[in-house]
C-alpha cells in the first residue's frame, strides 16, 4: 500500500475545498483596539452661579509716599541775577517820549540782560581801587567820607565808570537798556508809574541851594546831595531796580546822537558808531522831577566829571 497516505491526503484537500465554496462570507467585525472620541477633560465648564462681588471690608488708608520728589523747574525759567542785579527778560519795549530829544516815541526788542540794582557805591569802587585796576574819582572829597561808603560814587568820568564795570566782569548798559529796566513795557513816565511822587526819590528839594531853579522848597527827602543807594524802595522799577529817578546821573554805553531814535534800529541798538558826547540818564539830585522821568536823556563828554554822576552796570545774560 505503497501510494496510499497520498490518497488519503488529496481527499483531505478536496473536502476542505467544498467546505470552503459552499460556506457564508464572514461579515467584517470593526478592529476592537479604535478607541470612542472623548472630550478633553480641561474645557472649562460654565459656572453654574455667578457671585456677586463682596465689597471691600475695610476701605485702606492712602499710604504718603516715603519721600516726597523735588519739584522740576520748567525749562524757561530764567537763571537767577548774580549778586546785586535784578533780571530784565527778553522782548519788546516803548522807549522814548514826544520831548525834544526822547522822540519820536518807538518800539524796541531787547534780549535778556541784567542791570544792577542799584549805582555803584563809593565802598564798591574803592574795591576796585584797591585791586590796582580803577583810579580815585576826580574829586575825593565824597569819596573819602566814611559816612557815605554806601552813596553813589560821584566824580567819575565815562572812561572810569567802563574800567570799574569791566573789572567787574560787567559792563556799561545800553542806553536802551537802562530805560527798559527803568521803565518796564508799559511806557510810564517814572519807574513807579506816571504820577510823580516826591517820596520815592531823592531829587532837588529845600535842602537844594536857593539859587537852584528847580528847587521845590515845600519838600524834603531828607538829603542836600546824594541818598544811600537803595533808600527809596517805594520807587522801584517793574524789574526791582531802584534809584532808576533822581539821586545821580548814570553813565551809559551810547553816544550821543540828538536824532538817534529815528534811525535806530528796532532790535538791540548799541547807539551811533561815533560822536563828541555819552549820554547820561537818570536825572538827579539836583534836578526838579521832570527830570526824574524815565525817557529823560542828557549828554556829556566822556571825560567830564561831577557831583552829579555816578553809574551802574549791566551784564548779558548769555555771557553770565
Keep these: 500500500m505503497k501510494g496510499k497516505p497520498w490518497t488519503v491526503l488529496a481527499v483531505v484537500i478536496i473536502l476542505s475545498m467544498g467546505l470552503a465554496a459552499c460556506g457564508p462570507t464572514p461579515t467584517p467585525v470593526p478592529p476592537t483596539d479604535t478607541p470612542t472620541p472623548v472630550p478633553p477633560t480641561n474645557t472649562p465648564l460654565p459656572p453654574t452661579d455667578t457671585p456677586t462681588p463682596l465689597p471691600p471690608t475695610d476701605t485702606p488708608t492712602p499710604v504718603p ?3 516726597t520728589p523735588t519739584p522740576v523747574p520748567p525749562t524757561n525759567t530764567p537763571p537767577p541775577p548774580p549778586p546785586d542785579m535784578v533780571y530784565v527778560p527778553a522782548g519788546e519795549f516803548i522807549m ?3 520831548w525834544r530829544y526822547e522822540k519820536p516815541v518807538h518800539t524796541v526788542y531787547l534780549d535778556a540782560f541784567y542791570i544792577d540794582k542799584t549805582e555803584v557805591t563809593n565802598a564798591q569802587y574803592r574795591q576796585c581801587i584797591e585791586a590796582g585796576v580803577c583810579t580815585q574819582p576826580h574829586n575825593t572829597q565824597w569819596y573819602n567820607d ?17 574800567a570799574y ?15 527798559k529796566a ?43 546831595d546824594t541818598a544811600p543807594v ?33 534811525q535806530s534800529p528796532g532790535r538791540n541798538p548799541l547807539g551811533p558808531d561815533s560822536g ?10 539836583n534836578d526838579a522831577g521832570w527830570g526824574a522821568r524815565c525817557a529823560y536823556r542828557v549828554l556829556g563828554s566822556p571825560d567830564q566829571w561831577g557831583e552829579l554822576r555816578g553809574f551802574r552796570c549791566a551784564r548779558s545774560v548769555s555771557s553770565s
Design 65 to 67: 509716599p516715603t519721600d
Design 96 to 98: 522814548g517820549s514826544e
Design 146 to 162: 566814611p559816612s557815605r561808603a554806601e552813596h553813589p560814587v560821584i566824580c567819575i568820568d565815562w572812561y572810569q565808570a567802563k
Design 165 to 179: 564795570c569791566e573789572w567787574a566782569g560787567k559792563r556799561l548798559p545800553t542806553e536802551a537798556e537802562w530805560e
Design 182 to 224: 527803568a521803565r518796564g513795557t508799559d511806557g510810564r513816565l517814572y519807574p513807579w508809574g506816571n504820577t510823580f511822587d516826591e517820596s520815592k526819590l531823592n531829587f532837588c528839594d529845600r535842602n537844594c541851594p536857593p539859587s537852584n531853579v528847580f528847587r521845590s522848597a515845600s519838600l524834603d527827602d531828607g538829603y542836600a
Design 230 to 262: 537803595g533808600n527809596y524802595p517805594a520807587g522801584a522799577s517793574p524789574y526791582g531796580a531802584l534809584d532808576m529817578a533822581g539821586n545821580v546821573y548814570e553813565w551809559v554805553a551810547d553816544w550821543h546822537l540828538s536824532d538817534y531814535y529815528s
Design 276 to 285: 563828541t558826547a555819552k549820554v547820561l540818564r537818570s536825572g538827579s539830585w
